[in-house]
């Protein structure tokens, strides 16, 4: 482990998988940023947050600025995310653009103001949380485009930052139970009984197996891996799943 002080920022680190994946690094001695619309619930000595709508580019500008000006960021994890699922006949042109502002659009401006401290310290983690539905599924028309994107957007950034010993990977989550799927198929609902079974390990992920993969790609020591996406879903990416 690095004696460098580790700050993360982390978007939508006030709730679900963000709000885990928080704690998480709280407890292992991180200092952790939240940038949301809303701060956490929990709080720690080590745990600040700056409210901002990510939808809103002056506002993640405005958030970048603040962030970069006062803390020398380590970790990035772009985790922020909503899906708006529509059939193909209902979806919109605005869907895209806003999802794509959500996800790679507001990564981008963020990043941006922390790697002048990434690079001039040599080291850095970007880590994304895209989805299986990069894969494709059904009603994800932006949802999924947004998220194939942000693969191809880590794969770049892996090959442009690896000189400066900064990596950049992304956890693709299969169905976890979080507010965001209950938003799609209903808590405790027949659908989600039987989505259960569709997934070959048997069961729908919880928000534990996802920060564990992250914290994977978050320690200091895993300066091997870049580029690379993980699909944390049970084998549904292998599977005949069908949402």
């Not at 909503?82 to 869907?95: F, H, S, T, Y």
């Amino acid at each position: 482990m690095t004696d460098m002080e580790l700050t993360a920022v982390i978007t939508g680190g006030n709730k679900g998988i963000g709000a885990d994946l928080a704690q998480r690094m709280l407890a292992e001695g991180y200092h952790v940023i939240s940038v949301a619309r809303r701060a956490p619930e929990f709080s720690h000595d080590r745990l600040s947050s700056v409210e901002a709508d990510l939808l809103d580019a002056d506002a993640v500008r405005q958030a970048a600025t603040e962030i970069a000006a006062g803390h020398r960021v380590t970790h990035f994890v772009q985790n922020a995310g909503l899906i708006w699922p529509n059939l193909i006949e209902d979806a919109k042109p605005e869907d895209i653009t806003g999802l794509a502002q959500l996800h790679l659009g507001s990564a981008l401006t963020l990043l941006q103001a922390f790697l002048p401290s990434m690079k001039e310290r040599r080291f850095g983690r970007v880590l994304f949380n895209g989805s299986r539905a990069a894969l494709g599924a059904k009603t994800r028309t932006a949802y999924g485009a947004s998220k194939a994107g942000m693969i191809g957007m880590a794969r770049t950034w892996a090959l442009e930052l690896a000189p400066h010993q900064i990596t950049v990977n992304v956890v693709a989550p299969g169905p976890i139970l979080t507010d965001n799927f209950w938003g799609v198929i209903p808590k405790g609902s027949e659908q989600e009984a039987d989505l259960a079974t569709r997934i070959p390990v048997g069961r729908l992920g919880v928000v534990e197996d996802v920060t564990n993969a992250f914290m994977f790609f978050a320690d200091p020591k895993a300066g091997f891996v870049t580029g690379q996406t993980l699909f944390v879903c049970g084998g549904a990416s292998v599977g005949s799943l069908t949402l």
